[in-house]
């Protein structure tokens, strides 16, 4: 009642006056009163917020090992291909940051790269010291090691370091593997990902 009463009050006042009620007066007037409050949980305790408990263990974390599935389509010859522009390391000479642009174009045999794992293989590289000329084809490498593809070039650009731009670039091809006549591998824009 008391609440119904001071409500009518206030509009009272704002046809006298011309100017409307402040906001926090609206607000406040549309607000339960504490004992109501109390009413409208009567018996039930206050609900308190819960807390989100973090693994003990991070959802993600660098790693060498890189996962595979199965190709789903092993009867054709067809391209997938990786863009890695995070790419770090550091120089083994300076131990300054090495930063790099890794395009993987593969033609899979029985399996495919699970993302999620080179991913964190790339990630583990963050803390590395290494050549430009070593981490490109030890990568090359450790995916042809799990893979065993058909086809797979590595184009690795480093960023300018000491006014000199590198491109590294690693191939492999799997023995007895006959490609079609032309074997045309788009290439993608450094910018945006797509197809030029």
């Known amino acids: ?38 009413g409208a949980n009567k018996g039930k305790p206050a609900a308190q917020p819960k807390m989100r408990e973090m693994p003990p263990n991070p959802p993600s974390a660098p790693s060498k090992e890189i996962h595979v599935f199965p190709n ?24 300054q940051p090495d930063f790099a642009h890794f395009t993987i174009d593969m033609i899979a045999d029985e399996y495919c790269v699970e993302l999620k794992s080179l991913k964190m293989y790339f990630w583990s590289y963050r803390n590395e010291g290494a050549f430009h000329e070593k981490v490109t084809n030890t990568i090359l490498d450790d995916i042809v090691k799990v893979t065993k593809p058909r086809y797979i070039r590595i ?21 007895g593997w006959k490609p079609l006549p032309a074997v045309d591998i788009p290439s993608h824009s450094f910018e945006s990902g797509l197809l030029r």
């Open 1 to 38: 009642m008391a609440k119904t009463t001071s409500a009518k009050t206030s509009s009272a006042a704002a046809s006298t006056d011309s100017k409307p009620a402040p906001k926090a007066e609206r607000n406040a007037a549309l607000k339960p009163t504490a004992s109501e409050a109390k």
């Open 72 to 95: 789903p389509a092993p009867e054709r010859d067809y391209v997938i291909q990786f863009q890695v522009p995070e790419f770090t390391c550091h120089c083994p000479l300076t131990g």
């Open 155 to 175: 184009t690795a650009k480093w960023y300018v370091r000491g006014g000199i731009y590198t491109n590294v670039v690693a191939e492999h091809r799997k023995k």
